[in-house]
Structure formats: C-alpha cells, structure tokens
C-alpha cells in the first residue's frame, strides 16, 4: 500500500479495491507492533533462551525459568509458544512393560507410601551403574523423601557392600540428626549385607526393602536415575571413570539441587524447599 501511495495512488482508493477500512490501516502505521505481540515475542524470547541452555528441560521448566527473567506466563501459554516453536525437550517418553509384583515381605515399612512431613522420616536409596572407557562406574544414591535431595551419594568403579555403606555414612554426616529414620531400599545384596545392617543400627535407623520383582516398590528413587540417566549418562560416551563422576557430581548439585524446581515441591528446587520449610539446624550442608 506504501508503494502504491507512493506512485501516486490514494491510500482511499487502495483500501476500496482491497476492502480494508482505512482508521486501522493508519493505526498500525503508527504502531505497526501491538503490545500483546511485543509480550509475546519477550517471551518467546525468555523460553528460547533458557531451552538453548538446557535442551532437556520441558516447558513447565522452560516457564519456570522465563519467570526468573521477568517474562511472566502461564505453563499453557509456555506450551504453546514452544508447541508452535518446535522447543521440544531433547527426551522422548518411554514406556515398556511392567513385571508382575512378587508376593509382599515382612520388612517393607513404606509399602510405597513415599512421603514424608519433615526431614530425616524417610529416605530411599539404590544403585544405578554406567560404562565408561575404564570399565563400569556405579552411583549409590540417598535421596530424603520430604525435599527430594540428594542427601548422600557415593561413586566407585566396584558394586561391592562398601559402595552403599559409604553412601549412608556420607548422608549421615550431613544431616546429623538422623535417629528414627527409616531407609527403604531394593532387595540388593549390597543393602543385605552384614556391614550394611550394621551401620543401620550403628545411626539408629531403621531399614526398609520394597518386594521382589516390584519396581514400583522403589519408584521414588528410580524417578531419580532416570532423570540422572537423561540428563548426564546417556548424553555422550564417557572415556574415563573420573570424567563421568565429576559430571555425575555437577549435574547433582547444581542442576538438581539448586536449579531444577519440582510441582511436587510447589516449584521449588530441593534446596530452596528445605530453605523455607526447614530450620536451618536440620538443612544440608
């Protein structure tokens, strides 16, 4: 319309032709970007920004991010915007057949009840294991059910009961006041051995193992290892034990820890959760 109007045209005459009324032609001539497309474009802009930083956050964390920045949206609008973005997480839902749960056993004390109303009630632990160039590197993880940290962890290229012990010992020493606890666990040898039972009791906790061929016995924790596995094992091979520990490690305080916020938590990240809800004698180190 500009080109005709400048060959001499009347913008009166081009509206006619073309059936446009001329008040709103001269409306965006004045403001060719309205506000609700400049608010639209900030917050795509929030949303790109934080998936270029991490790819493998979906879009309720992409918007929780694009909050920090001052870019206020709902999760729906989020969605949307990273629908017609194409900002897909780098990870795709995998659902595979489940077994059939064996018969339940004397000392489950969860019975897959995984909550918790204060810390130090309830935690879970287990094992997961990844190849590296050296060989295998294992993770034996303690995560406490009413903030969902990672209290205590300990790596090791052997899965001996050595691996577990050291990972409760290292969650004991961080939360202290861990008398009355309850740690529920698979039904693997290293949670059964001798050294294990005894350092239980050694910190007055009580021990707890899900049944046999039941994964949702212990579906808190394996949440976990597979946000673990997403995130750091499975994105690139690993030529050393030492290069996937420090990842595993990173990946553990700084991301999960501090950076990535839960529904369950009401949007908050495990630490900022302990932070409010928590003394601050009984948060982590």
Sequence with gaps: MKELAGDGVPVAVTCRVMKLARQPYYRWLERPVTDAE?????????LFDAHREDPEFG?????????????????????????????????????????????????DLVRRDFTATGPNQLWLTGITEHDTGEGKLYLCAVKDVFSKRIVGYSIDGRMMSRLAVAALNNAVARRESVAGCILHSDRGSQFRSGKFVQALAGHQMAGSTGRGGAAGDNAAMESFFSLLQKNVLDR?????????????????????HR?????????????EFETVMTTPALQAA
Excluded at 38 to 46: L, P
Aim: hydrophobic share 35%; aromatic share 10%; with cysteine.
């Design 38 to 46: 400049f608010d639209e474009a900030a917050r795509a802009n929030a």
């Design 59 to 107: 879009y309720r964390f992409l918007a929780d991010e694009a909050r920090n920045l001052g870019a206020g949206m709902a999760d729906r609008t989020a969605w949307r915007i990273c629908r017609d973005s194409r900002w897909w997480s780098v990870f795709g839902k995998k659902r595979g057949r489940t077994k059939k749960a064996g018969p339940p056993v004397h000392d």
């Design 236 to 256: 690139r091979q690993w030529a050393t034990r030492q290069e996937l520990r420090t990842a595993m490690v990173t990946w553990i305080e700084r991301t999960y």
């Design 259 to 271: 950076r990535r916020r839960q529904a369950s938590l009401g949007r908050l990240t495990p630490v």
